[in-house]
């Protein structure tokens, strides 16, 4: 049982250590919602099913709050400062049409 928990921390540990404070991803002007999202969110979420993105918590399911959580990051996520404009327009409005709130 140690050696099982061990592994989970150890596997926790590695996927935290690759979502760090700040990402210096840029989006080419003309990308997608769905490549900015398949560029870098899916490094630390991994889409629930072909239909389901992400469930999205109260206060992130709109398209200012997916952009603010973007610009500013969180604990765990890192911010993405590169990401404005069209282009953090189109990926809320990708986020938001592929997700489920809870």
Same mark, same amino acid.
């Given at each position: 049982?140690?050696?099982?928990?061990?592994?989970?921390?150890?596997?926790?540990?590695?996927?935290?250590?690759?979502?760090?404070?700040?990402?210096?991803?840029?989006?080419?002007?003309?990308?997608?919602?769905?490549?900015?999202?398949?560029?870098v969110c899916t490094q630390c979420h991994t889409p629930i099913s072909?239909?389901?993105v992400m469930v999205l918590s109260e206060g992130v399911a709109s398209?200012?709050?997916?952009?603010?959580k973007v610009r500013s990051g969180s604990m765990r996520m890192p911010?993405?400062?590169?990401? =404005?404009?069209?282009?953090?327009?189109?990926?809320?409005?990708?986020?938001?049409?592929?997700? =489920?709130? =809870?």
């Amino acid at each position: 049982m140690k050696k099982v928990n061990s592994l989970f921390v150890i596997s926790v540990l590695l996927v935290l250590a690759g979502c760090g404070k700040t990402n210096d991803y840029a989006p080419a002007a003309d990308a997608s919602g769905e490549a900015i999202f398949g560029a870098v969110c899916t490094q630390c979420h991994t889409p629930i099913s072909r239909e389901v993105v992400m469930v999205l918590s109260e206060g992130v399911a709109s398209e200012e709050g997916i952009k603010n959580k973007v610009r500013s990051g969180s604990m765990r996520m890192p911010a993405f400062p590169n990401i =404005q404009g069209e282009a953090a327009d189109r990926l809320a409005e990708y986020v938001l049409a592929n997700s =489920q709130a =809870q």
